[in-house]
């Protein structure tokens, strides 16, 4: 069963890349005092991901700050370099671009797909939430295959 509304964030972690290399990120401690919104995507550097998911965050970035969005999280279960790497090349720097390697923290919130069958084993349902003091205040979820949940 996925995560809901009403749901406080499981502990976990995931990773970003810090000046010094990759950090990790203890979720209850980045979420706690804030409104994040966080959105997720079966990968990094795939065609719908990175022609239409993400730069609709990029583009809306601005407007979503000035509704008193603190960060705006980008999480896929790649690797912290992969992540790094995507946010460059998609002139992300303002997002936090989180990588869930295991997809550990993907898994406890029961947002896993598996698409073995396309050989890219676990990943990322796609969907967006917003959390607030790490309790999920609204989730766009789309199923499998469908991109719904998206800006511009």
């Not at 869930?100 to 993907?106: I, R, V």
């Not at 896993?112 to 999920?136: C, F, P, Q, T």
Request: net charge negative; glycine share 10%.
């Amino acid at each position: 069963m996925s995560i809901l509304v009403g749901d406080m964030l499981p502990h976990g972690t995931f990773q970003v890349m810090g000046e010094e290399g990759p950090e990790t990120v203890d979720v209850s401690e980045f979420f706690a005092g804030k409104t994040v919104l966080m959105f997720a995507v079966p990968g990094a550097f795939t065609p719908t991901c990175s022609a239409s998911h993400l730069p609709g965050f990029v583009v809306h970035y601005d407007a979503l700050k000035e509704k008193g969005i603190d960060d705006i999280v980008c999480l896929s279960v790649n690797d912290v370099f992969v992540m790094n790497a995507w946010g460059k090349a998609n002139n992300a720097e303002h997002l936090i671009m989180a990588a869930d390697g295991l997809a550990e923290f993907t898994c406890s919130m029961g947002l896993e797909l598996d698409i073995s069958a396309a050989k890219m084993g676990i990943r990322s349902r796609r969907y967006a939430m917003l959390v607030s003091n790490g309790i999920v205040q609204q989730l766009w979820l789309d199923n499998p295959g469908e991109y719904k949940v998206r800006l511009g």
